[in-house]
């Protein structure tokens, strides 16, 4: 538990380390809080509340691909754990205030008490970010957190964890 955490602390500061190594400061490393709503879908007991939170960062490498951290929490209470994942992204830059983006990799999930075992999940999803100031913007996401239980993820068996997420993204 100390080194998932330790890794994501890591993951979380090395923004502020690379911004001085990107030329193009209109598109600069960023941050983000957010919350979200949505629902688990499992093959097997339909759909159930799915309430998300956390924060995240993303490193811009090259051309609009990065790659970001996230920590957060998700599930219902008394049923919830945290959430970790790592992440390549893509942002289709163009010179807006509006900012598309995808990104997906992978998810470790973990809870407390059993509620949750540690578990790997991959996620994928997209949203847009709207920066309607020069460090501070709005973003609008949305995530699917999939878990398969045979390791099957295309044959059904699966467990969706989506959300829709607003938050706050900062440069």
Known sequence: MNKIIATVAL????????????????????GYVFIGEGSV?????GLHGNAQAGA????????????????GVMGTPGHGGGIVSID???????KSKLVPFVEGGYSRA??????IPPTN?????GGISYWAFKRVGLRLEVRDHVHSANHSYF??????????????TFR
């Open 11 to 30: 993951l979380l500061m090395v923004p502020a380390w690379a911004s001085a190594q990107n030329p193009d400061h209109q598109y600069r490393d960023q």
């Open 41 to 45: 879908h499992s093959s097997d007991n």
């Open 56 to 71: 995240g960062a993303e490193v811009l490498l090259i051309r609009g691909f990065g790659v970001g951290g996230e920590l």
């Open 88 to 94: 390549p992204s893509y942002r289709f830059l163009r």
């Open 110 to 115: 973990f809870g407390r008490n059993d509620t």
């Open 121 to 125: 999940l991959f996620n994928f999803g």
């Open 155 to 168: 044959w059904g068996d699966e467990n969706h964890y989506w959300g829709v997420r607003i938050g706050l």
